[in-house]
């Protein structure tokens, strides 16, 4: 799925394009012919590290593009989501490319978008592996050799039923976590808000009252002379002698005589009739009303310390009446959330201990699948790799736990488990066992990796493999049987090989 490499002004390559075909491909020369160069290219692609020496001399940059036919269903999730998101069309392929100036600067792009080059190196890790004497493997990441563990051991179910139940563990201890916290504020917060509310509900307050209040207050200051003017204008208009409705009926028994003789007066007539009943009601207002007025000055002391009174609760509680009710009202239900809080964190302690109680289960059983899955591993790797002229190599899958409080048996889990992962091996006699990533003959680790990786294939989804002088230091039977390994992988992958030189 590697299709071609282009290479320009890096190293002592001027210009040059490599193609490649499905399958097995290997790259062959002597020593000295450039064949690590080409790899050197390639992994700069895939994000490694670049430098102003790897540019050609006298050139101002070197520029390495790989093309890859991968189609976008390959990718992980993530990986295609994180594609998608940045515009990146990968249906007619992906692009690879790297540029490096003499003075140690780069940029990367995938299909032409600029990326980091940390993003390049996470793209790349999900499509090829160069296994060597480079950094771009996979394997000897300790979270990767977990999940070709479990994807070999037909595991994933199993770790994604312990992975929901840790994730509804971090929820009930986030709640109980947050619970606890309030609880240290819970006694001076229950004071506050009971002196809050007891305070409100004893002002009886009432939408609209406020305005009823103001009202009165204006009323009541001015009780001595709405007195005055209402008994003035009852008396012209009624009980004074030359009232207007008494001057009004002399009219009207005039009206009545002229309308008598002359029909034109019948409308002036109508008029004063239609007032006089208008104007007696409007004398008997004044009446009551001069009558009802309230000139108690206690009354008017009572308003105004109730307005004032009204007054400090809205600077306390809200711009208005209405914001001081809903106030009281958001009071009383946190009131009521923490009194019963108590009671909900002795609940959710009770689901922790029953989470804590079913992780530890599913999770031990896990492990336990674990170590038979990696007995198996273990067996098949030193017999993969005698076959690869590695006779008394020593391999381990080492299977271990961090003391912890997310089990009830005391143990730290993930969303993987309670299980930390490392492949350890020793290549000659004698050796203590070391993790796989310590391993420093880059023909040792290629071969290494050839083994692993045709035992692991099944749970391995990376579709481009380079091996870098798998063949160092065997011959006859041992290499054979190299290459009919790595033609039998390449059935499975796009697998490539460098040769070394002879």
């Not at 190196?121 to 480079?134: A, C, L």
């Not at 009219?251 to 029909?263: R, V």
């Not at 992962?421 to 066992?433: A, C, D, Q, V």
């Not at 290494?448 to 011959?475: H, Q, R, S, T």
Request: overall charge negative.
């Amino acid at each position: 799925m590697l299709r071609e490499l282009h290479i320009k002004n890096f190293s002592i390559i001027d210009n040059v394009n490599v193609e490649f075909q499905e399958g097995f491909n290997v790259i062959t020369g002597e020593t000295g012919a450039g064949k690590s160069i080409v790899i050197d290219a390639l992994c700069l692609t895939l994000g490694e590290r670049a430098a102003g020496e790897l540019v050609r001399s006298g050139e101002a940059e070197a520029v390495v593009e790989a093309l890859f036919d991968i189609q976008p269903k390959l990718f992980p999730p993530a990986t295609r989501q994180f594609l998608e998101d940045n515009g990146i069309d990968t249906r007619d392929g992906l692009i690879l490319k790297r540029i490096v100036t003499s003075q140690g600067r780069s940029k990367a792009y995938i299909n032409g978008s600029m990326v980091t080059a940390q993003t390049l190196s996470d793209v790349s890790g999900k499509i090829i592996d160069v296994h060597g004497q480079y950094e771009h493997q996979s394997l000897l990441s300790p979270e990767k050799q977990l999940d070709l563990l479990d994807a070999y051991g037909g595991l994933l179910d199993d770790r994604q039923e312990v992975a929901g139940i840790y994730e509804a563990l971090l929820a009930i201890k986030h709640q109980i976590s947050a619970l606890v916290q309030k609880d240290r504020e819970r006694a001076q917060r229950l004071d506050i808000l009971s002196f809050q509310v007891s305070e409100i509900e004893a002002a009886s307050l009432k939408p609209g009252e406020e305005e009823e209040l103001l009202e009165e207050v204006k009323i009541l200051s001015s009780a001595g002379r709405l007195s005055e003017l209402a008994n003035k204008a009852y008396e012209d208009l009624y009980s004074s002698e030359a009232a207007c409705i008494a001057n009004l009926s002399t009219i009207q028994d005039a009206l009545k005589e002229i309308s008598s003789i002359d029909a034109r007066a019948n409308d002036a007539l109508k008029s004063v009739g239609d007032a006089i009943p208008l104007l007696e009601e409007a004398a008997y207002f004044l009446r009551d009303y001069k009558d009802g007025i309230d000139f108690s000055p206690s009354r008017l002391d009572t308003v105004q310390e109730r307005l004032e009174m009204l007054k400090g609760l809205k600077r306390k509680y809200g711009a208005d009446i209405q914001a001081v009710i809903d106030y009281k009202e958001k009071a009383v239900s946190e009131l009521e959330d923490l009194q019963s809080s108590e009671e909900k964190l002795g609940t959710l302690k009770t689901e922790l201990l029953a989470l804590k109680n079913r992780l530890t289960e599913t999770a031990n059983g896990l492990s336990n699948k674990r170590k038979t899955v990696a007995k198996k591993i273990e067996s098949k790797v030193v017999a993969e790799l005698a076959e690869l002229s590695m006779p008394g190599t020593k391999f381990s899958i080492q299977i271990t736990q961090e003391q912890g409080d997310d089990t009830s048996d005391g143990f730290k889990a993930t969303h993987h488990g309670i299980d930390s992962i490392e492949f350890l091996i020793s290549p000659n006699i004698g050796e203590e066992l070391k993790p796989v990533s310590k391993i420093a003959s880059g023909g040792e680790l290629s071969r290494i990796m050839l083994a692993l990786k045709g035992i692991l294939a099944k749970g391995d989804n990376i579709p481009v493999l380079i091996f870098d002088e798998i063949d160092a230091g065997i011959g006859g039977r041992a290499a054979e049987t190299v290459g009919q390994k790595l033609q039998s992988l390449a059935s499975r992958h796009r697998c490539g090989h460098r040769r070394q030189g002879r």
